[in-house]
Protein backbone atom coordinates (compact mmCIF):
# COMPACT_ATOMS: atom_id res chain seq x y z
CA UNK A 1 0.00 0.00 0.00
CA UNK A 2 1.23 3.59 -0.20
CA UNK A 3 2.27 5.53 2.40
CA UNK A 4 -0.98 7.13 2.88
CA UNK A 5 -2.92 4.46 2.91
CA UNK A 6 -0.55 3.16 5.21
CA UNK A 7 -1.13 6.08 7.55
CA UNK A 8 -4.58 5.79 7.48
CA UNK A 9 -4.48 1.89 8.86
CA UNK A 10 -2.05 3.24 11.57
CA UNK A 11 -4.34 5.75 12.77
CA UNK A 12 -7.73 4.21 12.81
CA UNK A 13 -5.49 1.15 14.78
CA UNK A 14 -4.40 3.94 17.11
CA UNK A 15 -7.89 4.95 17.77
CA UNK A 16 -9.50 1.46 18.06
CA UNK A 17 -7.23 1.22 20.97
CA UNK A 18 -8.17 4.44 22.41
CA UNK A 19 -11.58 3.26 22.09
CA UNK A 20 -11.25 -0.29 23.75
CA UNK A 21 -9.03 1.67 26.51
CA UNK A 22 -12.04 4.12 27.00
CA UNK A 23 -14.48 1.03 26.96
CA UNK A 24 -12.88 -0.49 29.76
CA UNK A 25 -12.45 2.31 32.03
CA UNK A 26 -16.27 2.98 31.51
CA UNK A 27 -16.89 -0.17 32.34
CA UNK A 28 -14.32 -0.12 35.54
CA UNK A 29 -15.52 3.61 36.70
CA UNK A 30 -12.18 4.47 37.37
CA UNK A 31 -12.50 8.07 36.44
CA UNK A 32 -14.80 11.34 35.15
CA UNK A 33 -12.76 11.57 31.52
CA UNK A 34 -13.69 8.19 30.06
CA UNK A 35 -16.99 9.20 28.26
CA UNK A 36 -14.90 12.60 27.21
CA UNK A 37 -11.93 10.41 26.18
CA UNK A 38 -13.96 8.30 23.94
CA UNK A 39 -16.22 11.13 22.28
CA UNK A 40 -12.76 12.65 21.31
CA UNK A 41 -11.79 9.43 19.98
CA UNK A 42 -14.95 8.74 18.28
CA UNK A 43 -14.59 12.25 16.44
CA UNK A 44 -10.89 11.53 15.30
CA UNK A 45 -12.25 8.73 13.72
CA UNK A 46 -14.76 10.33 12.24
CA UNK A 47 -13.22 13.09 10.75
CA UNK A 48 -10.81 10.58 9.25
CA UNK A 49 -13.31 8.68 7.39
CA UNK A 50 -15.46 10.96 6.61
CA UNK A 51 -13.70 12.39 3.11
CA UNK A 52 -13.42 8.37 2.52
CA UNK A 53 -17.19 7.59 2.56
CA UNK A 54 -17.24 6.72 -1.65
CA UNK A 55 -15.68 3.74 -0.20
CA UNK A 56 -17.52 0.91 1.06
CA UNK A 57 -15.85 -0.13 4.22
CA UNK A 58 -15.46 3.24 5.08
CA UNK A 59 -19.06 4.38 5.14
CA UNK A 60 -19.97 1.52 7.08
CA UNK A 61 -17.47 2.87 10.06
CA UNK A 62 -18.46 6.24 9.61
CA UNK A 63 -21.97 5.34 9.70
CA UNK A 64 -21.57 3.41 12.90
CA UNK A 65 -19.09 6.37 14.98
CA UNK A 66 -21.91 8.31 13.77
CA UNK A 67 -23.97 6.51 15.48
CA UNK A 68 -22.56 6.30 18.36
CA UNK A 69 -21.91 9.78 18.59
CA UNK A 70 -25.55 10.63 18.59
CA UNK A 71 -26.18 7.76 21.20
CA UNK A 72 -23.18 9.08 24.06
CA UNK A 73 -23.86 12.63 23.01
CA UNK A 74 -26.70 13.73 25.55
CA UNK A 75 -25.00 11.85 28.47
CA UNK A 76 -21.80 13.80 27.77
CA UNK A 77 -24.04 17.17 28.20
CA UNK A 78 -25.48 15.60 31.56
CA UNK A 79 -21.86 15.18 32.74
CA UNK A 80 -20.89 18.72 31.79
CA UNK A 81 -23.83 20.00 33.74
CA UNK A 82 -23.58 17.75 36.60
CA UNK A 83 -19.71 19.19 36.78
CA UNK A 84 -20.88 22.95 36.57
CA UNK A 85 -23.35 22.43 39.36
CA UNK A 86 -21.25 21.00 41.41
CA UNK A 87 -18.36 23.62 40.50
CA UNK A 88 -21.26 26.04 41.74
CA UNK A 89 -22.11 24.60 44.86
CA UNK A 90 -25.43 23.09 43.27
CA UNK A 91 -24.63 20.27 44.78
CA UNK A 92 -28.55 18.80 45.92
CA UNK A 93 -28.62 19.72 41.84
CA UNK A 94 -25.79 17.55 40.91
CA UNK A 95 -26.38 14.42 42.72
CA UNK A 96 -30.24 14.34 42.16
CA UNK A 97 -28.97 14.28 38.64
CA UNK A 98 -26.40 11.23 39.37
CA UNK A 99 -28.71 7.94 39.40
CA UNK A 100 -29.64 9.00 35.72
CA UNK A 101 -26.38 9.45 34.96
CA UNK A 102 -25.61 5.91 35.56
CA UNK A 103 -27.97 4.69 34.33
CA UNK A 104 -26.79 6.35 31.08
CA UNK A 105 -23.34 4.93 31.34
CA UNK A 106 -24.68 1.56 31.59
CA UNK A 107 -27.02 2.03 28.80
CA UNK A 108 -24.23 3.31 26.65
CA UNK A 109 -22.00 0.26 27.65
CA UNK A 110 -24.88 -2.66 26.19
CA UNK A 111 -25.28 -0.61 23.48
CA UNK A 112 -25.77 -2.09 20.23
CA UNK A 113 -24.32 1.43 18.86
CA UNK A 114 -20.96 0.80 21.44
CA UNK A 115 -20.72 -3.27 20.29
CA UNK A 116 -21.10 -1.93 16.46
CA UNK A 117 -18.36 0.48 16.24
CA UNK A 118 -16.26 -2.03 18.62
CA UNK A 119 -16.66 -5.14 16.12
CA UNK A 120 -16.24 -2.77 12.81
CA UNK A 121 -12.91 -1.73 13.67
CA UNK A 122 -11.87 -5.13 14.25
CA UNK A 123 -12.86 -6.10 11.02
CA UNK A 124 -11.59 -3.02 9.21
CA UNK A 125 -7.89 -3.54 8.81
CA UNK A 126 -8.50 -6.52 6.96
CA UNK A 127 -11.66 -4.89 4.92
CA UNK A 128 -8.79 -2.01 4.22
CA UNK A 129 -6.05 -4.20 3.17
CA UNK A 130 -8.98 -6.47 0.96
CA UNK A 131 -9.92 -2.67 -0.92
CA UNK A 132 -6.14 -2.04 -1.41
CA UNK A 133 -5.56 -4.81 -3.20
CA UNK A 134 -8.34 -4.55 -5.60
CA UNK A 135 -7.32 -1.02 -6.76
CA UNK A 136 -10.69 0.31 -5.06
CA UNK A 137 -8.29 2.48 -3.04
CA UNK A 138 -6.56 4.69 -6.35
CA UNK A 139 -8.54 7.88 -5.60
CA UNK A 140 -8.21 8.19 -1.83
CA UNK A 141 -5.78 11.27 -2.18
CA UNK A 142 -8.39 13.42 -4.81
CA UNK A 143 -11.11 12.46 -2.40
CA UNK A 144 -9.39 13.92 0.65
CA UNK A 145 -8.34 16.80 -0.63
CA UNK A 146 -11.88 17.12 -2.60
CA UNK A 147 -13.69 17.01 0.77
CA UNK A 148 -11.64 19.66 2.35
CA UNK A 149 -12.21 22.27 -0.52
CA UNK A 150 -16.12 21.35 -0.33
CA UNK A 151 -15.87 21.82 3.54
CA UNK A 152 -14.12 25.32 3.04
CA UNK A 153 -16.91 26.16 0.24
CA UNK A 154 -19.53 25.53 2.59
CA UNK A 155 -17.56 27.81 5.48
CA UNK A 156 -16.83 30.31 3.14
CA UNK A 157 -20.70 30.62 1.62
CA UNK A 158 -21.78 30.40 5.71
CA UNK A 159 -19.39 33.02 6.64
CA UNK A 160 -20.39 35.67 4.22
CA UNK A 161 -24.47 34.92 4.54
CA UNK A 162 -25.90 37.67 6.35
CA UNK A 163 -28.13 35.83 8.15
CA UNK A 164 -25.80 32.80 8.95
CA UNK A 165 -27.01 30.72 11.59
CA UNK A 166 -24.12 30.03 14.67
CA UNK A 167 -24.99 26.19 14.89
CA UNK A 168 -24.51 25.64 11.30
CA UNK A 169 -21.47 27.69 11.43
CA UNK A 170 -20.42 25.74 14.61
CA UNK A 171 -20.88 22.16 12.69
CA UNK A 172 -18.84 23.37 9.57
CA UNK A 173 -16.20 25.02 11.83
CA UNK A 174 -15.43 21.87 13.36
CA UNK A 175 -15.66 19.83 10.06
CA UNK A 176 -12.77 21.67 8.66
CA UNK A 177 -11.01 21.95 11.84
CA UNK A 178 -10.92 18.53 12.61
CA UNK A 179 -9.97 17.36 8.67
CA UNK A 180 -7.45 19.42 8.37
CA UNK A 181 -6.00 18.05 11.80
CA UNK A 182 -6.76 14.48 10.38
CA UNK A 183 -5.21 14.84 7.35
CA UNK A 184 -2.44 18.02 7.73
CA UNK A 185 0.07 16.92 4.33
CA UNK A 186 -2.88 17.13 2.26
CA UNK A 187 -4.69 20.76 3.86
CA UNK A 188 -3.39 23.89 2.62
CA UNK A 189 -4.36 25.86 5.49
CA UNK A 190 -1.56 27.38 7.49
CA UNK A 191 -1.10 27.73 11.31
CA UNK A 192 -3.05 31.45 11.11
CA UNK A 193 -5.98 29.85 10.20
CA UNK A 194 -5.96 27.03 12.27
CA UNK A 195 -5.73 28.82 15.15
CA UNK A 196 -8.59 31.18 14.53
CA UNK A 197 -11.00 28.06 13.25
CA UNK A 198 -9.76 26.55 16.78
CA UNK A 199 -10.98 29.76 18.40
CA UNK A 200 -14.04 29.89 16.92
CA UNK A 201 -15.06 26.68 17.41
CA UNK A 202 -14.31 27.44 21.05
CA UNK A 203 -16.73 30.35 21.24
CA UNK A 204 -19.04 28.73 19.41
CA UNK A 205 -18.90 25.82 21.83
CA UNK A 206 -19.46 28.51 24.69
CA UNK A 207 -22.34 29.99 23.24
CA UNK A 208 -24.16 26.21 22.61
CA UNK A 209 -23.60 25.51 26.04
CA UNK A 210 -25.21 28.70 27.84
CA UNK A 211 -28.23 28.47 24.83
CA UNK A 212 -28.58 24.67 25.76
CA UNK A 213 -28.57 25.18 29.61
CA UNK A 214 -31.18 27.64 29.22
CA UNK A 215 -33.35 25.69 27.05
CA UNK A 216 -32.87 23.00 29.76
CA UNK A 217 -33.38 24.78 32.53
CA UNK A 218 -37.34 25.36 31.21
CA UNK A 219 -37.66 21.86 31.65
CA UNK A 220 -35.74 21.26 35.35
CA UNK A 221 -37.14 23.44 37.84
CA UNK A 222 -34.20 23.24 40.14
CA UNK A 223 -31.72 24.64 37.33
CA UNK A 224 -33.79 28.30 37.52
CA UNK A 225 -31.50 29.89 40.25
CA UNK A 226 -28.77 29.15 36.95
CA UNK A 227 -30.52 31.09 34.71
CA UNK A 228 -29.73 34.68 35.57
CA UNK A 229 -25.90 34.01 35.17
CA UNK A 230 -26.60 31.65 32.43
CA UNK A 231 -28.52 34.36 30.01
CA UNK A 232 -25.65 37.25 31.38
CA UNK A 233 -23.17 34.83 30.31
CA UNK A 234 -24.98 33.70 26.73
CA UNK A 235 -24.58 37.62 25.98
CA UNK A 236 -20.90 37.57 26.55
CA UNK A 237 -20.78 34.38 24.96
CA UNK A 238 -22.54 35.42 22.00
CA UNK A 239 -20.39 38.93 21.62
CA UNK A 240 -17.67 36.51 21.55
CA UNK A 241 -18.56 34.31 19.53
CA UNK A 242 -19.78 37.28 16.62
CA UNK A 243 -15.99 38.39 17.45
CA UNK A 244 -14.14 35.54 16.67
CA UNK A 245 -16.50 34.75 13.31
CA UNK A 246 -15.46 38.58 12.33
CA UNK A 247 -11.77 36.90 12.59
CA UNK A 248 -11.91 33.74 10.87
CA UNK A 249 -13.76 35.77 7.87
CA UNK A 250 -11.22 37.85 7.06
CA UNK A 251 -8.87 34.90 7.06
CA UNK A 252 -11.58 32.24 4.89
CA UNK A 253 -13.67 34.63 3.05
CA UNK A 254 -13.42 37.64 0.76
CA UNK A 255 -16.56 39.68 0.23
CA UNK A 256 -18.18 38.22 -3.21
CA UNK A 257 -18.24 41.70 -5.49
Known amino acids: MSALLDDVQRHVLRIQVRLFACHERLQANTDSEALHDLRIALRQLRSLLRPLTAIATCAEL ?11 SPLRDLEVLQAYLLQQGLVDAAQAREPQLQQGYAQLLSSAALTNVLSALDQWPWQWQTAAASGELGAVRKLIRKRMRKDRTRLTQALLDPEHDRHRLRLLVKRLRYSAEAYPQ ?15 QSALGDWHDQWQWLLRAE ?16 LAAQAEADSALQVLTSKFAQPIE
Do not use: F, H, I
Not at 64 to 72: H, I, K, N, T
Open 219 to 234: AEADLQPCVPVWRSTL
Open 62 to 72: QQRAAELGRVS
Open 186 to 200: LSDMNRAQLRVLKKA
